[in-house]
Nanobody, 126 residues
Framework: QVQLVESGGGSVQAGGSLRLSCAAS????????LAWVRQRPGKEREAVAR????????YVYDSMKGRFTASQDNAKNTLYLQMNSLKSEDTAMYYC???????????????????WGQGTQVTVSS
């Protein structure tokens, strides 16, 4: 059973930075796709970034490119999300999610992810 634990959220002023961490366990020698998914108030969940444990590749979705960076430390089974130049519209609950990388495709739809952490709140004040 995959378990995901997020940390690093908090309150910050616009223009500031935060680094989120997702500690993963329970992979049992299988490859997974990990993702950061956020849910803003009154909005649906949206994928922010994803990473493959098979090859360590990462991808940040277009609307966040240039401000957010995803990275993975395989030795620590940890996924990171570095968020810079934060805006008030980045205020959201940020979740770490995972699905088995069976076909080799990391899904962009949050509904495709089977495992979820408890989330960490990010609040950006203007």
């Amino acid at each position: 059973q995959v378990q995901l634990v997020e940390s690093g959220g908090g309150s910050v002023q616009a223009g500031g930075s935060l680094r989120l961490s997702c500690a993963a366990s329970g992979y049992t020698n299988k490859a997974y796709c990990l993702a950061w998914v956020r849910q803003r108030p009154g909005k649906e969940r949206e994928a922010v970034a994803r990473s493959s444990t098979r090859d360590g590749s990462t991808y940040v979705y277009d609307s966040m490119k240039g401000r957010f960076t995803a990275s993975q430390d395989n030795a620590k089974n940890t996924l990171y999300l570095q968020m810079n130049s934060l805006k008030s519209e980045d205020t959201a609950m940020y979740y770490c999610a995972a699905h088995l990388l069976g076909s080799g495709v990391c899904w962009s739809s949050a509904g495709r992810y089977d495992y979820w952490g408890q989330g960490t709140q990010v609040t950006v004040s203007s």
